[in-house]
């Protein structure tokens, strides 16, 4: 079952735009992290948020936590074509800190 | 630091042949994990291991999948027989995270392992 479901499916916006994609999630967490992904590649870590944070910024990216809504977002900032990509909310429930659960996620296209 | 090393990248295979890959992860991470990504969805959990011992397996169909982690490092996930459905890349991650509560489970990924059934 899916513990973290992204919204929108897909997103395209123009170069220099901000994009903002959504995370819900269903119960408790011990953490929220996000992952990008490039097509045909493995994904890589962008930002790690704790239960007991509500924002954190890394470079271009923000993300907040709302655990009273269970929900987070990712915006980008300044948007570039090397955006382009999927992008993945992950969660850790209290009882396995150590699994994370991944969305379906959110796939970006910035157009030049 | 080297990453985190998968093979094969890509393997066709008649529906009930049998598969392995291997994954060698990041040095010193003790918990490694095997996800089953299927074009258009996010990577499942399949195993999760620390060091030699399973953390997770609660979502690997354990009829026809089969891992193991014998040394506490390199990893193997083998499929027999495989399904048509089980076309998909299987991703190979690893952290540092440990069950007694040290370290983040900031995951790294390999590149993966891309399956084709037919």
């Known amino acids: 079952s899916q513990q973290g479901e992204e919204d929108p499916q897909a997103l395209s916006i123009q170069e220099g735009e901000n994009a903002t994609m959504n995370c819900s999630y269903k119960t408790s967490i011990n953490n929220l992290q996000w992952y990008r992904q490039n097509s045909g590649r493995g994904l890589v870590h962008l930002i790690l948020i704790r239960s007991n944070e509500r924002e954190k910024h890394s470079g271009r990216l923000r993300v907040t936590l709302d655990t009273s809504k269970k929900s987070s977002s990712l915006l980008i900032t300044a948007s570039r074509a090397a955006d382009t990509a999927s992008y993945f909310c992950a969660t850790a429930v209290v009882a396995n800190a150590g699994k994370s659960t991944f969305g379906d996620g959110t796939t970006l296209t910035v157009k030049p | ?118």
Do not use: M
Request: with cysteine; charged share 20%; net charge positive.
């Open chain 2, 1 to 118: 630091e080297a990453g985190v090393a998968q093979s094969p990248r890509y393997k066709i295979i008649e529906k009930r042949q049998s598969v392995a890959f291997w994954c060698n992860p990041i040095s010193g991470h003790a918990t490694l994990y095997w996800y089953q990504q299927i074009l258009g969805q996010g990577p499942k959990l399949l195993i999760q291991f620390q060091n030699n011992g399973v953390v997770d397996d609660s979502q690997l169909p354990k009829d026809r999948f089969s891992a193991e982690r014998l040394k506490g490092v390199d990893s193997t996930l083998k499929i027999q027989p495989a399904k048509l459905e089980d076309s998909a890349v299987y991703l190979c991650a690893s952290s540092s995270f440990r069950t007694e509560g040290s370290g983040a489970n900031v995951l790294t990924f390999g590149a993966g392992s891309r399956l084709t059934v037919l």
